[in-house]
């Protein structure tokens, strides 16, 4: 079966403009979670959403936003961006049950200049 | 909050055997994961543990003590493809957090 899809793979922003980044969960999965990955900090918690609701939010600052649809797609926004955002935003998507994993997709590595 | 420790770095011979300790202290305790990640690519699923004890996976096994904030991965008969980080997260809170990942290093 199709993994997680996250679009677009690789994007170059300048500080300030704003950003959206796609993930599609695995087919019956209802559950997608946002991690930011930098080399300093590691993996960050962002979001969290099941069935169109967030669940939980990480300590990022308001910039960050996300939403679920009812498709279980799911997309986050990053308005005014800074340099400090460039990173691997990272897309996971699991099962109701939660103890299957979760699946993470490729990625999508933004750069800010 | 949660609070994840594992050590940095870690290396070891082909053919081997390492053990990655794992403690955490978090709230709403809902299962540990364990991931892999090679440079450049996303983390993937190795295990998961939500009782004591110990689950074992072909090569990979891990173990979980919840009155002890404490969980292990251990790798067996070490190959040269496992050289990669390897994460712990814990799930709590509708969250999955990550501790900042143990780099092992297999060498020939």
């Known amino acids: 079966k199709a993994g997680v899809t996250q679009t677009p793979r690789y994007l170059i922003k300048t500080r300030g403009q704003q950003v959206t980044l796609s993930c599609s969960p695995i087919s019956g999965h209802r559950s997608v979670s946002w991690y930011q990955q930098t080399p300093g900090q590691g993996l960050q918690f962002l979001f969290e959403?099941?069935?169109?609701?967030?669940?939980n939010k990480g300590n990022f600052p308001g910039r960050f936003s996300g939403r679920q649809f009812s498709n279980s797609r799911s997309e986050m926004n990053v308005s005014t961006l800074e340099l400090g955002d460039s990173a691997l935003y990272l897309c996971?998507?699991?099962?109701?049950?939660?103890?299957?994993?979760?699946?993470f997709g490729s990625g999508t590595r933004l750069t800010v200049v | 909050g949660q609070n994840i420790d594992q050590p940095t770095e870690m290396t070891a011979t082909e053919g081997a055997i390492v053990q990655i300790n794992c403690t955490y202290q978090?709230?709403?305790?809902?299962?540990l994961f364990w991931y892999q990640q090679h440079a450049g690519e996303a983390p993937t699923f190795l295990s998961y543990?939500?009782?004591?004890g110990l689950e074992e996976k072909g090569r990979f096994s891990s173990f979980l003590s919840r009155s002890k904030g404490y969980s292990y991965l251990l790798l067996k008969e070490l190959q040269m493809k496992d050289s990669a980080s390897y994460l712990c997260?814990?799930?709590?809170?509708?969250?999955?957090?990550f501790g900042a990942g143990t780099t092992v290093t297999v060498r020939a």
């Open positions: 997260a814990v799930r709590g809170d509708y969250k999955l957090s």
């Open positions: 978090t709230s709403g305790f809902n299962g």
């Open positions: 996971a998507s699991s099962s109701s049950k939660g103890d299957g994993g979760y699946t």
């Open positions: 959403y099941f069935s169109e609701t967030q669940r």
């Open positions: 543990n939500v009782l004591d």
